[in-house]
Every structure is written in structure tokens, then in C-alpha cells.
């Protein structure tokens, strides 16, 4: 009896030592649920204080890793970033670090993509029917109702640049309104009923000129760095429409404002800026046609619930050995 209790607290001793150990920088509701994944893993909550400490036997680690992480964590073999976009990981000051290790990078891409997209067309439909007057009647009680000068989408054009997680899901939106859709993006797309057209990067200035609304939802990189600049916006459809749900950068803002000052464009709906946060005073502001959101798109009553069975499902992959989800690309950013 005495051997087999020594043999099982031997078993049991081994099994924990084979344990994966992962850091979690993050809230504490996902902590509790990344905790009672699987017991091949130890989640370890750290933080800015006693991160440099756990990482050196660190195998994985979910949150924003900083440059100084990857040098210290020899031993790290997968990081998880909560967002979508990874250019905070990969693109500022250091992310060569990570970028030219072999540390697999895995996001939450998809994840949010139902909401960006409603999000993206609320925003058009707010300015095509011209509920953003509307709304500013309320101030003064005024019913005015003409005149009333609203579009239709259906038989509009609509160019989206990125169809990936974001793009594909504001096309679908876009298409069931009944837009035709030209979607920019360096990869091959596959069939989609409700793409008309596909076309790369280099061929933007080809169908921007044919947009009744330019939709922005690449990821930021540094080949998407300011890929709708002033040539881009010079080449927008008179009464044309921009709408940015990605990232800022990607944008050039000063020709988003000559757009709109000029009355070339007419409207734009924006949940991203470069600057980010946009600052008190800054003319994007006194646009009555510009509607302004503070990066909140990606976030619903149901985007929590799916980023974190994402990174559950992750978990469970790592410590099993098999394929990661939503790996990325690092070279290419995405």
C-alpha cells in the first residue's frame, strides 16, 4: 500500500512539473477562466511589478509583451495579444525582438469582427439618412423634416480595404444593403457572393475613384502606414463617404479634414485616429457630417465571452501540442 501511495504522489509530482507555465497580465474575470482550462497549465497572474521575475521559466504569456519580456523569457514559446491589430507589439520601438524570434504570436482577429462591422455600417446609415441632423434637432425641439436629402446604398459602390476578419463581415453587411464591393488586400481572397471585385494594394487608385463609400479595416503595418493619403482622398467620388474602424494610421488625417472642409466628401465616420485619443480642439471635431467614436467598435455584450473562449481554446492547444489559432503572420503583420 506504502508503495503504490509513494508511486502516486510520484506520478502526481511528475505530472506538475510537465505543467506549462503561462503569465497573464489582465483582468481578473479572464484569469478566473483561463485557470480552470486544463491542469497541464499554471496560470500565473503577474504584473508590471513581478513580471521580469516569473518570466525566465516562463513557456508562454498572454497579454501585451514588451521587448524587455521576450529578452528575458528564453524560454517562451507563444504569446497571446487581447487585440486584433498587433502593431503594438510589433511595429513601435522594439518589436524586432519579438518579430525575429521564434515566439509564435497568436491575436483575437474574427473575434470582433461582428461588431466593427455593425459598427461601420451604423455609422453610414447615420449619415446616409441623415440621422446625425436629426439628432441635433432634438436640442431645439425642431420638426423639420424637408428637405430631406437621403441615399440609398442599394447599386452604391463600396471599397473596402482589408477584408480579413473585419473587411469580409462589412462587405457581407454592405452587400445584404445592396452595395457592390471591391475589397483591397494583398492576400488571395476566396470566392465570396458578396465581393463583385478583389483587387491588391497597388491597384487602390484604380477603384477608389469608383467608391460611394471607402470602408478602413486593414490592420496597421508598415506597408498599410497612411495608405489612404492626400493622392487617395484627392481621388474620392464627389458626395462620397469614409468610414475608419481599424486603426488610425493607416489614414491620412489632415486630407480626411481638407475632404470635409471642402465639402468634397459627404461624411465621414471615424472610431480611429491618428492622434489617438483625437484632442479637444482639433478640427475633426466641428464637422457636423464627421462622426467621431472613441475606439470603442470591437466592444459588445457578446465580444468578451468569444475573446475569451479564443484564447481558452489556445490554452488547451499550447499545452497539447497542436496547431495555435489565429497565428500571425509576423513579417507581415498580421
Not at 425641439?141 to 446604398?153: A, F, H, K, M, V
Not at 457592390?180 to 458578396?194: G, L
Request: with cysteine; net charge positive.
Amino acid at each position: 500500500m506504502r508503495a503504490k501511495l509513494l508511486l502516486a504522489l510520484c506520478l502526481s509530482v511528475a505530472a506538475f512539473s510537465q505543467q506549462k507555465k503561462i503569465l497573464f497580465m489582465g483582468e481578473q474575470d479572464m484569469l478566473e477562466a483561463l485557470q480552470t482550462v486544463t491542469d497541464k497549465a499554471k496560470i500565473v497572474p503577474v504584473t508590471t511589478a513581478n513580471v521580469m521575475q516569473e518570466l525566465p521559466d516562463a513557456d508562454a504569456f498572454i497579454g501585451t509583451i514588451k521587448p524587455e519580456y521576450v529578452r528575458v523569457g528564453k524560454k517562451l514559446q507563444w504569446t497571446q495579444i487581447m487585440s486584433a491589430g498587433v502593431e503594438t507589439v510589433l511595429h513601435k520601438s522594439g518589436g524586432d525582438d519579438l518579430k525575429n524570434s521564434n515566439i509564435v504570436l497568436t491575436n483575437n482577429q474574427i473575434v470582433q469582427g461582428p461588431e466593427i462591422a455593425d459598427h461601420a455600417m451604423a455609422m453610414l446609415l447615420t449619415l446616409t439618412r441623415g440621422i446625425n441632423t436629426f439628432i441635433g434637432h432634438r436640442a431645439t425641439e425642431t420638426w423639420q423634416p424637408r428637405p430631406y436629402p437621403g441615399i440609398e446604398l442599394r447599386g452604391r459602390t463600396g471599397v473596402v480595404i482589408g477584408c480579413g476578419g473585419i473587411g469580409s463581415q462589412i462587405a457581407l453587411r454592405a452587400w445584404a444593403f445592396g452595395m457592390n464591393i471591391i475589397c483591397v488586400d494583398p492576400e488571395d481572397i476566396p470566392f465570396s457572393p458578396f465581393i463583385t471585385k478583389v483587387v491588391k494594394p497597388d491597384q487602390l487608385n484604380e477603384v477608389v475613384p469608383q467608391a460611394d463609400v471607402v470602408f478602413i479595416s486593414a490592420p496597421h503595418t508598415e506597408k498599410s502606414h497612411k495608405m489612404m493619403g492626400p493622392k487617395q482622398f484627392d481621388l474620392m467620388k464627389k458626395d462620397s463617404y469614409f468610414i475608419a474602424v481599424s486603426r488610425g494610421g493607416i489614414y491620412d488625417m489632415p486630407s480626411l479634414v481638407k475632404s470635409l472642409d471642402s465639402k468634397k466628401l459627404a461624411g465621414a465616420g471615424v472610431d480611429v485616429t491618428d492622434p489617438e485619443p483625437l484632442p479637444q480642439g482639433h478640427a475633426l471635431w466641428k464637422f457636423n457630417n464627421a462622426i467621431v467614436t472613441p475606439h470603442i467598435a470591437g466592444r459588445s455584450d457578446k465580444d468578451r465571452a468569444r475573446m475569451v473562449g479564443t484564447i481558452q481554446e489556445n490554452v488547451r492547444r499550447f499545452v497539447n501540442g497542436q496547431p495555435l489559432l489565429n497565428v500571425v503572420d509576423k513579417q507581415k503583420g498580421y
